[in-house]
């Protein structure tokens, strides 16, 4: 059994897992709001919070990578079994597909003419001119990552009860605060 | 095989769900309060201002010209099935839920954790959520039928979710009180 994690990164792993199912719940009820006019301003508030969160959650992710890097090459590397090298296998998809999510909804943004400014703060640059086919690429990426990640997170709670039922202690580094 | 008498209630099991559902509770208050904070009663669509529907837009979004329609119709049924009252009353619901949900989510990981817990206060807290719900599944009743529709199941789910979280934190304190005495 693996030691104890540092405190920041259990609050970072519960932080990153609230504002991706907020993302989820907000985003299927904002794509049902009236497209964007001038008389018709109801998505800019939810657009907005959501590339907000999103780029928020990327630098988060970026963050853990490197904490999970540095701690594998600071530890002796020991035999793993079949399971372990599951669970590895099960959170370097979840890191990939939180980043492939998050820069493809950026890209899309940015070729659909619609300016990118994190926490109304920080404007973020355009990449190109208005694209129509780029902005539609990406939004596929978008949301076809998104459907992957929402099946990677199933499978990884799934996971996480099934170590709890068991009380096999696996995941209680997760808990230690 | 035959099924076996466990003892007693684990404090982990009852962490992880109320990890998970916290998880799952703030993301819905969040979203709650979002929505009532965008779907403001004078708005355009309340003003019955017709949809504007670009076939670029449509395009892009993969909607026919009907669906861009109905987005609309959808804000004016959310707008004109509430009562005065109902959007105030969501605010301070879903602002106190999101508030319940985070200490769901630290009264799990602390449970699961091992740590020291206040069981009087978890005992409150766990009855605030359900009487959250209580609150809510009434706010709803008194709407019109579409609006009931939408909120009445869904919360009246979340009420025996934490209906049964609350009775397994009231039996938990009982065994532990019992065992202290």
């Known amino acids: ?177 | 095989m035959t099924v076996q008498q466990g003892n007693g209630i684990n404090p982990k099991w009852l962490g992880i769900i109320a990890v998970l559902f916290g998880i799952l509770l703030l993301a819905n208050h969040g979203n709650e309060l979002l929505k009532q904070s965008v779907l403001t009663p004078g708005s355009a669509a309340e003003l019955f201002v017709p949809a504007d529907c670009r076939v670029d837009e449509l395009d892009e979004e993969g909607l026919s010209q009907q669906e861009c329609e109905l987005m609309v119709s959808n804000v004016q049924i959310a707008l004109a099935s509430s009562p005065q009252w109902f959007r105030p009353a969501m605010l301070w619901l879903s602002a106190l839920g999101i508030f319940f949900a985070i200490f769901s989510i630290g009264t799990g990981i602390a449970f699961v954790g091992g740590r020291k817990m206040n069981l009087t206060m978890t005992k409150f807290f766990f009855a605030a959520l359900v009487a959250v719900d209580l609150c809510t599944f009434i706010a709803a009743v008194n709407t019109g039928p579409l609006l009931r529709a939408q909120y009445l199941w869904p919360t009246l789910l979340w009420f025996f979710i934490h209906l049964t979280i609350f009775a397994v934190v009231m039996s938990y304190s009982t065994s532990i009180e019992q065992e202290n005495s």
């Open chain 1, 1 to 177: 059994m693996e030691g104890p994690l540092p405190k920041s990164k259990v609050v970072l792993h519960w932080l990153t897992a609230a504002a991706v199912f907020f993302l989820f719940v907000s985003s299927w009820w904002m794509l049902a709001l009236p497209l964007p006019s001038e008389n018709f301003t109801y998505r800019e508030l939810p657009f907005q919070l959501h590339k907000n969160i999103g780029i928020t959650v990327l630098i988060v992710v970026i963050v853990m990578i490197t904490m999970r890097i540095k701690s594998k090459m600071n530890k002796p590397q020991l035999a793993r079994t079949r399971l372990e090298k599951l669970a590895d296998l099960d959170h370097m998809l979840t890191y990939f597909l939180i980043t492939a999510c998050c820069l493809s909804g950026y890209l899309s943004s940015s070729f659909s003419g619609w300016e990118t400014t994190w926490w109304w703060l920080v404007n973020f640059p355009t990449w190109s001119e208005e694209d129509e086919v780029l902005n539609i690429l990406f939004s596929d990426i978008h949301m076809w990552t998104c459907w992957a990640l929402l099946a990677v997170i199933a499978l990884h709670i799934g996971a996480a009860l099934y170590h709890t039922f068991r009380n096999d202690e696996a995941i209680i580094k997760m808990f230690r605060l």
